[in-house]
């Protein structure tokens, strides 16, 4: 029988969207698991991380013990310096975290709105979400991940993924012949 702890969920602070899957799950590495729903967390170089830190630490002790010496050694810290990769928007020395759920996330906005609409929830957005830590142990990596539990959408801020924004890239034409009158009736248009 399962073990069942009494695990709470955490707030996190601030973050950068990178990477959401929230309202399709994307795709798995093990072809023979399931897809999940997730997102990547990209937290400022400032960013309070003690409470989902303490929460790793609560989770550890639950699970483990309170003697930190028979814990396992971890295979990655969920805490990752967002200088390993190299894509738009992550800052070497500022961290991220991997959150994800066999389950469809909760998604609001600012004032408690439902998000239904995908263009509104985009890497590079602003948001808070709540997760809870877990333990995994899959194919010889042992560790503490975090489950996505549901996510509030904070702000917009500039998209992640290289495309400009349309409004960017173009200018404004001025309407053919210069009248400024374009209204145009079917017989005007094909004769």
């Not at 997102?39 to 609560?58: E, G, H, R, W």
């Not at 013990?65 to 020395?93: H, I, M």
């Not at 985009?122 to 996510?151: M, S």
């Not at 992640?160 to 890239?169: D, I, N």
């Amino acid at each position: 029988m399962l073990e069942k702890l009494n695990i709470p969920n955490v707030m996190t602070p601030k973050f950068r969207v990178s990477f959401p899957a929230v309202f399709r799950p994307g795709k798995s590495e093990d072809p023979t698991k399931p897809p999940k729903y997730g997102i990547t967390m990209l937290f400022d170089k400032d960013a309070d991380l003690s409470p989902l830190m303490n929460a790793m630490v609560d989770f550890m002790t639950k699970k483990f013990g309170a003697d930190k010496a028979a814990w396992p050694k971890l295979s990655r810290n969920p805490f990752r310096d967002q200088g390993e990769k190299t894509f738009e928007g992550y800052v070497a020395g500022a961290k991220f975290i991997n959150a994800s759920s066999n389950t469809k996330p909760g998604l609001v906005g600012p004032n408690n709105e439902d998000i239904i609409n995908e263009a509104e929830f985009y890497p590079g957005c602003y948001a808070r979400a709540t997760v809870r830590p877990f333990w995994y142990d899959k194919k010889g990596n042992k560790g503490v991940a975090f489950g996505l539990q549901n996510i509030q959408k904070l702000g917009d801020g500039e998209p992640l993924g290289g495309r400009v924004a349309a409004s960017k890239e173009f200018e404004p034409v001025a309407p053919a012949g210069g009248s400024g009158d374009t209204a145009k009736t079917a017989a005007d248009l094909f004769g």
